[in-house]
């Protein structure tokens, strides 16, 4: 099954999905969408563990077999990787040849198609090189660390003729004769040189695997004294292959066959059970341990099932006890034998179909097929996929004729090939037919569990067609004749006043014509039987039998209801209708009022929503407000203070000027003015006139303290806060307001002049001045 690329994708994605948590994703079911899905788990992955550092190990990926394509052209595989993954594989770079040859590793073979990928996809590559030999000295010291007791006589010697013998070079070749000596302390007396010479007289692996299966062969026989001259593989030549069957096999034989043969693996108990088959006796238990023994070295077990735990093993037990392709189809139909004799369950249907298709025995797989209690165990969620794809292998139209190249249970191979008999073509509908009714009349079931097979008969038969597996089968187009769309469309159209369907002929019409009457014969025929053996008993016997159907009822009554007084069950079996229906009041009362607290919880979250949907509209308003005022506020005081730097004569500000600045200057042109006022005053008039300082009220409060300036220069005008254009001048109706102001004050001032008065007055006093001059100067 590791070998299945669909199998080993879904472990991948499943073990991803569980290890990061990847709940959201679903692992799907079929090779395709497995191979599309494979690069989303992987960058699903290292996105939920960052960084990711995510390393998968695939071994021998040119043993993979997909189900569409070949998966040896890695197809399957990313060809570019998320962040923080790596994907380690390791194949072969020659194919090997076929098991039929001699040569198992033929030199002239052609570069794998695996290894050919990987080096067009540029891959990092790795070459396993040969053991050199400070790691076969290595490898031999830890073997020995292990098994003290069987190679404690191994010398210094007898070490060194292991490591530098060519051959050992190879890690099969060295571990094969590790596990050769270690076998040959429990069952050989030879000497440990004469052991050693036996096995490196062996130039390959394959050598080395038969000679020492011939010794295990020979030791296994010696506890046995009893053999069996029935079908089975046997070891001969290659010359001899017609008279192979004929000759009486060893034990280790059948054993090695069977595992050769199986499908998955077998477990110890269906191996002793196939060789006792074959042979008609029990292996004792001193046999048994010492086939445990040899399967130890050469056999993995996953699950409980052995199975080669090298591909050469096997290719040595081919070449050496089976060597045709009909004694391997012999071992298929022993083994098909032991396990149809099995109940069903899980490791039936897991086995038997497999040796079945092999061996050519559609009748028997037909059977397995279709026996009600088996499809009770076909249809469930681990074996309905097989089931459907073995029944699409059996119902083709073109089976008659056609040789084998398939299986649907496994692989085809020239190791198999052999004159089994082509597929039939067999009526699914008619088959279950024939089965249903062998299941009623064989075991009488109620009308509930006949019911029940019914129904997932129809239920797999619906998916059967649902997928489409039936279009290759020989299905007529229709089998009921068309009805106009005009006659569908018509309002208040009455579908039974449609003509009824009738039936196209088809093969085997004949026998469902009789079947009808024949149940109705069957019927009357039992109904006949049953009155006259009631007339033929007295009065007495009837109403005991009677007594004993009323005993029998009563206690069915107490096992399923567990109420042990009849005239309470029939009490409340004839008040049920009364409990139902107050049940069904109370119910329709609970749902009401379910239905009122719900509109209520909804009245009741509506007005929470408005009433927090206008406080909140109520704080935005009074924000709003209180922003438009400071900004209606600052564009006043700007104004004002441009206005005021107009009406003084200094250059407008703009919005970047600080306020400190604007206020400086505006104080020291007031400041000036004040000077050439008293000034003017002190030329034109009494010196003794008091000052503008000394007149006008509040001038020393236009000196500012200190800290006021320091505050001044530690302010600057926000920006943000200053519109981006002011009016160039302010309103007339602020000028005209400012002119009046100006002339009330200069009334109340006694008669101040303007700034352009003064100067007028300062040039007349002046010419003057000079005119008087100009008079005394001749004088």
């Not at 590559?125 to 790691?135: A, C, D, F, K, M």
């Not at 404690?152 to 490591?163: G, H, K, P, T």
Request: glycine share 4%; charged share 25%.
């Amino acid at each position: 099954r590791s070998k299945q690329l669909a199998h080993l994708l879904y472990r991948l994605e499943s073990a991803l999905k569980e290890h990061f948590q990847l709940r959201e994703m679903e692992v799907p079911t079929s090779e395709e969408r497995l191979r599309w899905s494979l690069n989303r788990f992987l960058a699903a992955a290292a996105k939920k563990q960052f960084p990711a550092r995510i390393v998968i190990v695939l071994d021998a990926v040119n043993r993979l077999r997909g189900e569409s394509s070949a998966a040896d052209t890695l197809h399957w595989l990313p060809t570019e990787l998320p962040q923080g993954v790596r994907i380690i594989v390791s194949t072969v770079e020659l194919e090997q040849s076929n098991l039929l040859s001699e040569d198992l590793y033929d030199e002239g073979s052609r570069i794998h198609r695996t290894y050919t990928e990987l080096r067009r996809r540029k891959c990092p590559t790795i070459r396993l090189q040969p053991l050199s030999v400070e790691v076969r000295h290595l490898i031999i010291g830890s073997f020995l660390k292990v098994n003290q007791q069987a190679l404690q006589s191994l010398e210094q010697a007898q070490q060194f003729r292991l490591v530098t013998a060519k051959a050992s070079s190879q890690p099969l070749f060295l571990r094969t004769i590790l596990y050769a000596l270690r076998l040959g302390f429990e069952m050989s007396d030879a000497p440990i040189d004469q052991q050693i010479d036996s096995c490196l007289a062996a130039e390959t692996s394959s050598e080395l695997i038969a000679c020492v299966l011939e010794m295990c062969s020979e030791y296994v026989d010696s506890t046995c004294t009893t053999v069996d001259t029935s079908m089975s593989p046997a070891p001969v030549s290659k010359s001899t292959e017609l008279e192979a069957r004929e000759i009486v096999p060893n034990i280790l034989a059948r054993v090695l066959t069977a595992l050769y043969a199986s499908r998955h693996g077998l477990s110890d108990m269906e191996m002793w059970g196939i060789v006792e088959l074959a042979t008609g006796d029990t292996l004792p238990s001193e046999q048994r341990e010492c086939i445990r023994r040899v399967l130890r070295d050469f056999t993995f077990s996953v699950n409980g099932l052995r199975n080669f735990s090298h591909e050469d093993y096997a290719a040595v037990v081919y070449n050496e006890y089976i060597r045709v392709p009909e004694v391997h189809v012999r071992a298929h139909q022993l083994m098909a034998r032991y396990f149809g004799k099995l109940p069903p369950c899980d490791r039936k249907l897991d086995a038997l179909p497999y040796h079945l298709e092999v061996s050519g025995s559609w009748p028997r797989l037909r059977a397995a097929l279709v026996d009600v209690q088996m499809f009770r165990l076909w249809w469930t969620p681990a074996h309905k996929t097989e089931f459907l794809n073995l029944w699409a292998s059996l119902t083709a139209c073109s089976n008659p004729g056609a040789p084998i190249r398939k299986l649907v249970t496994g692989e085809f191979d020239d190791t198999m090939r052999c004159t089994q008999p082509p597929r039939p073509c067999l009526d699914i509908v008619e088959e279950y037919v024939r089965s249903v009714d062998e299941y009623k009349f064989t075991h009488s079931p109620s009308d509930d569990e006949l019911a029940t097979v019914i129904l997932r008969i129809a239920d797999f038969m619906l998916e059967f067609a649902t997928l489409s597996l039936e279009e290759a089968a020989d299905v007529p187009q229709f089998i009921h004749p068309s009805i106009p769309n005009d006659d569908l469309a018509r309002e208040k159209g009455a579908v039974s006043g449609k003509p009824s369907a009738v039936d196209v002929p088809m093969k085997g019409s004949g026998r469902n014509q009789y079947r009808g009457p024949r149940s109705e014969l069957g019927s009357d025929c039992n109904e006949q039987g049953n009155i006259s053996s009631n007339a033929a008993d007295r009065p007495s016997g009837i109403i005991s039998d009677l007594a004993n159907n009323w005993e029998s009822h009563a206690e069915l009554i107490r096992k399923r209801t567990f109420i042990t007084d009849v005239k309470e069950f029939f009490f409340k079996f004839y008040n049920a209708q009364t409990l139902q229906t107050q049940m069904r009041a109370l119910h329709n009362a609970a749902e009401t009022r379910q239905r009122e607290l719900k509109k209520v919880l909804t009245h009741v979250e509506a007005e929470l929503e408005q009433t927090r949907l206008g406080t909140q509209l109520g704080r935005h308003k009074h924000a709003r407000e209180t922003a438009l005022a400071a900004e209606r506020l600052r564009q006043a005081a700007f104004g004002g203070v441009k206005h005021v730097c107009t009406t003084l004569g200094i250059p407008p500000p703009d919005q970047d000027t600080p306020v400190n600045e604007i206020i400086h200057q505006v104080e020291s042109v007031l400041e000036a003015l004040m000077e050439e006022k008293d000034k003017t005053a002190q030329k034109m008039g009494d010196p003794h006139q008091p000052t503008f300082r000394d007149t006008t009220p509040g001038y020393d409060k236009l000196m500012r303290a200190p800290e006021l300036d320091a505050a001044l220069e530690q302010f600057e005008t926000p920006k943000a806060l200053i519109a981006h254009r002011l009016p160039a001048k302010a309103p007339d109706e602020s000028r005209a307001m400012h002119d009046e102001m100006d002339l009330d004050i200069n009334a109340d001032e006694g008669g101040i002049k303007c700034r352009n008065e003064v100067k007028r007055e300062a040039q007349k006093s002046l010419r003057a001045e000079q005119r008087r001059l100009a008079r005394l100067s001749p004088q």
